[in-house]
């Protein structure tokens, strides 16, 4: 499967984003996906995820209540849904693939990635 991550861009503080990661190639509804960001300086870091149907989700502490999940299998697509956006939100955001059975935040379980997209929120 190949990803591609859209929708970044320059936001204000308390502002909202939505990014999608389309997928394609093998059949996207195998795939536990993540999305994860890195900002600058920093190494990359884990921020959500949702197993392949889409019924379990789980975010890093930092983004809960702000940051949710989501996919659609029949449109090979998964979305990040940022509200309330903080400037240390600020970061190249990916999204990536799991072959792995089960959910992870590890970075390492990650086989896939997408090219990603920047958010940058001012304040």
């Known amino acids: 499967v190949q990803l591609q991550a859209s929708g970044g861009g320059l936001v204000q503080a308390g502002g909202s984003l939505s990014l999608s990661c389309e997928a394609s190639?093998?059949?996207?509804?195998?795939?536990?996906m993540g999305w994860f960001r890195q900002a600058p300086g920093k190494e990359r870091e884990f921020v959500a995820g949702i197993n392949w149907s889409g019924d379990i989700t789980y975010q890093t502490d930092s983004v809960k209540g702000r940051f949710t999940i989501s996919r659609d299998n029949a449109k090979n697509t998964m979305y990040l849904r940022m509200i309330s956006l903080k400037p240390e939100d600020t970061a190249v955001y990916y999204c990536a693939a799991s072959k792995k059975g089960y959910i992870t935040r590890r970075l390492a379980d990650f086989d896939i990635w997408g090219q990603g997209t920047l958010v940058t929120v001012s304040s």
């Open positions: 190639g093998r059949p996207f509804g195998t795939y536990n």
